[in-house]
């Protein structure tokens, strides 16, 4: 007779194999887990901790009491663990709300899991489950852990509704999730996983429309993140700063001198430097209705404080800052940083109508016409990317970012010949 153990792990392969069945782009995923029994922990816990392996440490009598109620459950449970990893939810485990992280990443899974509509999933209390997160959809677009979070964060929900979406959704024990800096092998190794699925879903998919919650949650967990201050710094320009040059004295001749003619050293240090700073160039700011005042304030506090940072600001500079609509309504010019700093204490956002993305070029082709700079390397648009964009790329060889901030919402197409950043919003709320 077979024991419990022995009986729980046969029943976690015919879990197995039956998500491979109906989802054969999981089979290297699935792979990657690693299932332990401990007796009387009294239930399951996904350990995350150890750097080349997903171990999912689990109560025998809990897991054979799932099966006997319904074998669906065990199934269910081990696609839930699997999207957990495949999204990457235990990676910002340490940056995060945890209650409330622990609510959106199982909302997340669960809406992927529905969304697949594949026999063997079907569980005790689905209805009620797609009934919620159908409303969720309404309020927070899109149903990724990231975004649920925010929305969760910014509702801020009684204790009581918090603890009925958690029973609802949850089917695993967060506990074994660890910060993210101690599994960066791992996180590596998910999100090259993640990119492959993602890529045999498409294949596999096609245009299904019972699949679209899952890509996004893989877009979600594969995309690119950038750091604000280095994408700024792409547009530095060579140049050169009063300041003594350490790099290129020559500390020999120096003491060598010293030592020969008493005070008199026979050189002396470069009181110039080349550098690498931003000098030129244009951010225009989406004051349309849809663009709120707090979130563009936000937006220009995070520029002017990496770019008043000595490291990355020459003394003299000439970036102007356009306010727009569906016309450029104010540009002020700024060649400092105390004049930087006037704007950001007694600047006053102007326009609030519709956005068209044209006339702010056409501005700027006339003032690098005019001879208004000598070098332009960018603008960045900071906007909500609902406009008219240019039929053609610029003139005049600077580089064009379109930075939106991350919301709820999916981002329109961008044209081709622009960079597109997304900001997160709480790299905005870090100033």
């Given amino acids: 007779m077979e024991s419990v153990e022995e009986l729980a792990a046969k029943v976690w392969r015919l879990s197995r194999d039956s998500l491979l069945i109906h989802l054969r782009f999981l089979d290297v995923a699935l792979s990657e887990l690693e299932f332990r029994a401990q007796s009387g922990i009294g239930q399951v816990l996904c350990d995350m901790s150890t750097p080349r392996a997903v171990i999912v440490f689990y109560d025998p009598q809990v897991l054979l009491r799932l099966y006997k109620a319904n074998p669906n459950n065990v199934t269910r449970l081990h696609l839930h663990i699997l999207l957990h990893c495949i999204f990457g939810h235990s990676y910002k485990y340490n940056k995060v709300e945890q209650e409330l992280w622990n609510i959106a990443a199982d909302m997340a899974v669960e809406n992927a899991a529905l969304g697949l509509q594949i026999s063997g999933l079907e569980t005790e209390h689905d209805r009620e489950r797609r009934e919620i997160l159908e409303q969720w959809r309404k309020r927070a677009g899109a149903l990724t852990a990231d975004r649920i979070y925010r929305k969760l964060k910014e509702d801020r929900l009684k204790s009581e509704e918090l603890l009925t979406l958690g029973s609802l959704f949850c089917r695993d024990v967060h506990d074994g999730w660890k910060p993210a800096e101690t599994l960066e092998i791992t996180e590596a190794q998910w999100k090259k996983i993640s990119e492959r699925i993602r890529a045999e879903l498409k294949s596999f998919s096609g245009d299904k429309s019972n699949d679209k919650s899952l890509l996004q949650n893989l877009e979600e967990a594969v995309k690119e993140t950038y750091d604000y201050g280095d994408f700024l710094r792409k547009f530095s320009v060579s140049g050169e700063e009063m300041q ?188």
């Fill in 244 to 431: 003594i040059n350490d790099d290129e004295f020559d500390y020999v001749y120096y003491t060598y001198g010293l030592s020969l003619y008493g005070n008199l050293p026979l050189v002396e240090p470069l009181e110039y430097k080349d550098v690498n700073k931003i000098k030129e160039f244009v951010v225009a700011i989406d004051t349309s209705g849809s663009c709120r005042g707090s979130v563009v304030q936000a937006f220009l506090n995070k520029t002017y404080h990496i770019l008043k940072s000595s490291e990355n600001f020459f003394r003299k500079v000439n970036i102007h800052i356009l306010q727009c609509d569906s016309k450029v309504r104010r540009d002020t010019k700024i060649t400092s940083d105390e004049e930087f700093e006037r704007f950001m204490r007694e600047g006053q956002l102007e326009g609030f109508g519709s956005t068209d993305f044209r006339p702010v070029f056409d501005y700027v082709d006339k003032a690098v016409e005019s001879g208004e700079f000598e070098n332009l390397k960018g603008l960045i648009y900071f906007t909500d990317g609902y406009g008219v964009f240019p039929a053609r790329k610029p003139p005049h060889g600077y580089d064009t970012a379109f930075v939106f901030l991350e919301d709820n919402y999916e981002k329109p197409p961008i044209p081709p010949w622009a960079i597109k950043l997304v900001l997160p919003a709480e790299e905005l709320e870090e100033e």
